[in-house]
């Protein structure tokens, strides 16, 4: 027993709520089927969390709360108690968190852990699961573990906004598999019969409704010599165009090209569109992005639009692996104790490294950080965006301001405000790519240029070995709104480190 003035013990735990929705309506009409009722929701419940080494440390006259094992076996019990309801159950609605609880002298748990599932649960749909980013990121291993972001959240009572996920339903997945599966038809249809057959496919996979379902699945991935990866999503995607525009300029006057370097990924990868996959354990999360073509730049009318935005011109890109995230102050510190990044290490401002996106780092710096993650990895093949590169998956298949429209909201991403957030806070886009829109400035490959004319049509950068100005895109957590429009540009010397600017990384994929 604790005495007064003894610490109780505290431990991380993987807690999950659990309520019947609609039981008060259902008390009135009939206070004995709701009790009936109720009893055999637990019966439910008692016999999932045996199964799945957990236990129930509290309930209500509604509900439960329950702690397991682990967060894996959260979600198998979660994906048990949503999908195999039995027919005339009452709905429920569940929350999960991973975090600190108190554990209380009759076992019980106690604390901002709790706390969090509680609350997460309030906010779910009926026969749903809301969930925790940090939860998501214990479970992400789990076969039954499918995410669709929800934003950052306010929570009743909690401080901070929480990072928010569903997890998918079978129906759910049922739908995404289906967007794959058009997704194949349209690259096959690319392949086969040129451009006609794609957009018909294309027109399949969205009146099938499962752009509604878009959300990547995690993969954590411990440290091997060849990566584990999984196909999650099939993402919205141009379909490849043909190049009907004349060739770039030869000559003194030209810009000098770069071709990203091709990668020589193991035999046994296979990776496809919406796929998820992590090199190593200090490597940052990709996820591959579909070949495909777009137009580059802005149309001469678009608001906030600079000179340096056009003339616009359709460009064709190979597939590539894209960082889910701009890399974290916890991923350059992974590199600084192994060695690497030069020894540099970015100040934060006081507010905290983790999953912030590293900044106040330069050109040189990042590129400092991709030789580090190549030797890491045991690849060539990472390497900074090229701008075509980013542009293309900053769109995400869009031609408005934004990937979200013509307009952006504060509830989207992280502009006008004092500080950053951490790395997916926000919905990602629809190619599974969370902040291109704000948090901070990314670098890409290319020598800045005073505009599009000339410039590469293939998706490679411009460089030139005397380069003195570099690009970086996307706005960062200080500006405007129309800073963070997908065709903005800016250039810095590759030496300046600015507070507002990052990087994220890529790797060819195909």
Known sequence: MTTEGESQPVRLASIVALDIV????????????????????????????????????????????????????????????INRKPKGEPAIRVGAH?????????????????????????LAAPNSALVSGEFRSMARTSPQ???????RQPLENINQRVATFTILSRKQRVFRTMGRLAWGLALVGAAVGGTLAAPTAMTYAKTQGWLAFLEPKAVEVAAAPAPVVETPVAPVAAAPLANTLPPAPVGPE?????????????????????????????????????????????????????????????????????????????????CLAD????????????????????????????????????????RTSYRLPTEAEWEYAARAGTTTRYAFGNTIKRAQAVFGAAK???????????????????????????????GYAGAPVDGSAVDDPACKMRVYRGGGYEDKAENLRSANRRRAAPTMRSPGIGFRVVRDAG
Request: net charge negative; proline share 6%; with cysteine.
């Open 254 to 334: 030209a810009p000098i090209l770069t071709e990203p370097t091709p990668a020589t990924p193991p035999p046994e990868e296979r990776l496809q569109p919406g796929q998820i996959l992590r090199d190593c354990e200090a490597c940052p999360e990709l996820i591959v992005l579909p070949a495909g073509a777009f137009m580059m730049g802005s149309p001469d009318k678009e608001a906030g639009r600079s000179a340096s935005e056009g003339p616009q011109r359709e460009v064709t890109l190979k597939p590539i692996a894209m960082g889910m995230h701009e890399i974290t102050f916890a991923e350059w510190d992974a």
């Open 420 to 450: 950053t957030d951490p790395v997916g806070s926000y919905i990602a886009n629809a190619f599974g790519l969370f902040d291109m829109h704000g948090n901070v400035w990314e670098w890409v490959a290319d020598c800045h240029a005073a």
């Open 98 to 122: 991973v975090g600190d609880v108190i554990v209380a002298a009759n076992n019980d748990l106690l604390g901002h852990g709790v706390n969090v599932a509680a609350r997460l649960q309030s």
């Open 22 to 81: 609609g039981f008060s309506t259902m008390s009135e009409k009939n206070q004995q089927l709701a009790a009936d009722k109720v009893a055999g929701v637990r019966k439910r419940v008692e016999e999932i969390v045996a199964r799945n080494d957990g236990r129930i440390f509290n309930t209500a006259g509604d509900g439960f709360m329950l702690e397991f094992a682990s967060a894996g076996k959260a979600v198998a019990a979660i994906d048990e108690l």
């Open 339 to 378: 060695g690497g990044c030069n020894g540099f290490s970015p100040q934060d401002q006081a507010w905290g490294r983790g999953r912030r996106p590293v900044m106040a780092v330069s050109w040189d710096d990042a590129q400092a950080y991709v030789a580090w993650l190549n030797r890491k990895a045991g």
């Open 145 to 151: 573990a499918a995410f669709k972001s929800k934003g």
